[in-house]
């Protein structure tokens, strides 16, 4: 396993998310067909909610500070501020809360948010790691379309982690 642990972060090596939309930002478009940027007035005026009721009203049962910075982000009109630079800052709480959103990530979000999703299953494999789960899911569904973003060391690393820890195949991803 420390081998493993070691590896993930010389085959992931850490790079920034840069324009591509987090899992926070995923999560907001899940519930409202639109990401904080875009939120409008017009928007606004057709829910009948200011940007900060938008957040409240529709209970997203974010953490506080993810509900601050969402508030922030609808009411600025702007991708909110999550402190994340490099898949290292990614918490194990982060991915809990906003996983289920990794379907709407583009292949490079994808990419970016993999490598911590793996870090924490190998570090705390005893911690309920349902997250992985959407992870899984969308590398089965959609590696036709996110393919192109692994080198090939990086595509043998995920085969050999879902065969180790999931005791399955993917045998198409080589």
């Given at each position: 396993m420390d081998l493993k642990l070691k590896h993930i972060q010389d085959i992931f090596p850490t790079k920034e998310l840069g324009n591509h939309r987090s899992l926070f930002e995923c999560d907001f478009y899940d519930t409202h067909y639109r990401y904080y940027d875009e939120v409008d007035g017009e928007y606004l005026s057709a829910v009948n909610l200011s940007a900060e009721n938008l957040i409240l009203a529709y209970n997203m049962d974010y953490p506080n500070f993810y509900q601050k910075i969402g508030i922030i982000a609808a009411t600025s009109r702007t991708r909110p501020n999550e402190n994340i630079k490099t898949w290292k800052d990614i918490t194990y709480e982060y991915l809990y809360y906003?996983?289920?959103?990794?379907?709407?990530?583009?292949?490079?979000?994808?990419?970016?948010?993999l490598p911590a999703a793996i870090y924490y299953v190998l570090v705390k494999p005893e911690n309920n790691n349902?997250?992985?789960?959407?992870?899984?899911?969308?590398?089965?569904?959609r590696w036709d379309l996110d393919n192109h973003v692994f080198n090939n060391d990086q595509k043998r690393f995920i085969r050999l982690f879902i065969n180790d820890y999931h005791k399955?195949?993917?045998f198409w991803i080589s």
């Open positions: 906003f996983s289920d959103s990794c379907s709407y990530l583009d292949s490079e979000g994808f990419k970016f948010y349902s997250f992985i789960d959407h992870f899984l899911y969308r590398l089965e569904f399955r195949d993917f």
